[in-house]
């Protein structure tokens, strides 16, 4: 099971605090970037600052058309961009930038959408994000109605990746893996362990 810490901070020197704590175990470090629009929260999202942090990431935008930021993150190095299917207008260009940069395009969708929307991107896209609690704020409960959609999208599309982020802990890690994700997005859990690594260890062994 892969392992990924998220970044969800309001300011530059609160991202490198979090970064700093998690980038010497975590093989890929998760940055939630919010513009106050698509979420009602804003968090730090400056692509120029993040240029200054040596890590692998993965970027989640959480923004009104992503289509016009996603290449000043992709030019800042993010090895993977998180797009959501409410706000994308543009697959095609959202594809072949990520792959103009040899970076990877995952499709994200909020709780409250249908998982069946996403499987008409299930040929363009290999890899998916189901959020398991409301796009924005770190520290929700996670929304157990997510189960029958990693379910259902693991049946509908077999090889693809999927991802489940929000509310991510060892309890509801284990059944997002039973379930058939392959991937664990987690903030607070992490984060507000005594012990961040060792935190991350215990899901990474569900």
Request: overall charge negative.
């Amino acid at each position: 099971m892969q392992v990924i810490p998220a970044i969800n901070a309001t300011s530059y020197a609160g991202a490198k605090k979090q970064i700093e704590q998690v980038a010497q175990f975590a093989e890929i470090i998760h940055i939630d970037v919010v513009d106050g629009k698509f979420a009602l929260n804003i968090t730090w999202g400056s692509p120029e600052e993040f240029k200054t942090f040596a890590a692998n990431f993965e970027v989640h935008l959480m923004v009104d058309n992503p289509e016009s930021v996603i290449e000043d993150w992709l030019k800042a190095g993010a090895k993977r961009i998180i797009i959501h299917l409410e706000a994308m207008t543009d697959p095609v260009y959202i594809l072949e930038t990520c792959e103009h940069y040899g970076a990877e395009a995952m499709l994200a969708i909020n709780p409250g959408t249908e998982v069946g929307k996403l499987l008409p991107h299930t040929d363009e896209f290999k890899a998916f994000q189901l959020l398991a609690v409301n796009p924005g704020l770190a520290g929700q409960k996670f929304q157990h109605s997510i189960i029958n959609k990693i379910e259902l999208l693991r049946e509908k599309s077999p090889n693809a990746k999927i991802e489940v982020d929000g509310g991510v802990n060892a309890e509801t890690g284990k059944l997002a893996k039973e379930a058939g994700a392959d991937m664990l997005v987690s903030a607070s859990y992490i984060f507000e362990s005594k012990n961040p690594k060792k935190a991350y260890e215990q899901l990474k062994n569900l």
